[in-house]
T-cell receptor, first 119, second 111 residues
């Protein structure tokens, strides 16, 4: 399977703990996105990378959140000092984009997500 | 933040009927995309329509875009039980690089 993979699929943690999620994009894609989805809502953009550069961050990404893509391949999203409000599905997506222009076919390919529950 | 409204929020129809979902947005867009999400699974891209296009077809899917009204519709013809899912529209603003999703329509196809 050459799709986007995410690990773990489920994470239960206690409030105040740190958690880290991993995303492995489709190998030829240079752009990687993180979204958060709460129950009954559409996904909300958190941040995206082009290669190893983090190009945009949402105001939703508080200072407790940090994302990295050190070698331009996989990415990690860390949440420090988790709060109950962080409980959500965290989705990763990848696509191909060039510079400041949107590649003509910029559909995004999503992974299955990591469901976080903070007790 | 969510881009806009999807209408209806939930839709239940009989197998074989057509399903129409609507999406409104607020900004100037580069393109609009529709995604499907089955229970417990990730989102799957269905179709993309650019701001200079008015209609696109893909199999049983038909998408329209009216930029003057800032709205789009997704029509699924001859629905099947496997079409049961949540459907989301997502826009890419002019000059932006990210998707902005609506709140989705939950579609149930009854056998």
């Amino acid at each position: 399977d050459t799709g986007v993979s995410q690990n773990p699929r489920h994470k239960i943690t206690k409030r105040g703990q740190n958690v880290t999620f991993r995303c492995d994009p489709i190998s030829e894609h240079n752009r990687l996105y993180w979204y958060r989805q709460t129950l009954g809502q559409g996904p909300e953009f958190l941040t995206y990378f082009q290669n190893e550069a983090q190009l945009e961050k949402s105001r939703l990404l508080s200072d407790r959140f940090s994302a990295e893509r050190p070698k331009g391949s996989f990415s990690t999203l860390e949440i420090q000092r988790t709060e109950q409000g962080d409980s959500a599905m965290y989705l990763c997506a990848s696509t191909w984009g060039t510079g400041g222009n949107i590649f003509p076919r910029n559909e995004q390919f999503f992974g299955p997500g990591t469901r976080l529950t903070v007790l | 933040s969510q881009q806009g409204e999807e209408d209806p929020q939930a839709l239940s129809i009989q197998e074989g009927e057509n399903a129409t979902m609507n999406c409104s947005y607020k900004t100037s867009i580069n393109n609009l995309q529709w995604y499907r999400q089955n229970s417990g699974r990730g989102l799957v891209h269905l179709i993309l329509i650019r701001s200079n296009e008015r209609e696109k077809h893909s199999g049983r899917l038909r998408v329209t875009l009216d930029t003057s009204k800032k709205s789009s519709s997704l029509l699924i013809t001859a629905s099947r039980a496997a079409d049961t899912a949540s459907y989301f529209c997502a826009t890419v603003d002019q000059g932006a690089q990210k998707l902005v999703f609506g709140q989705g329509t939950r579609l149930t196809i009854n056998p």
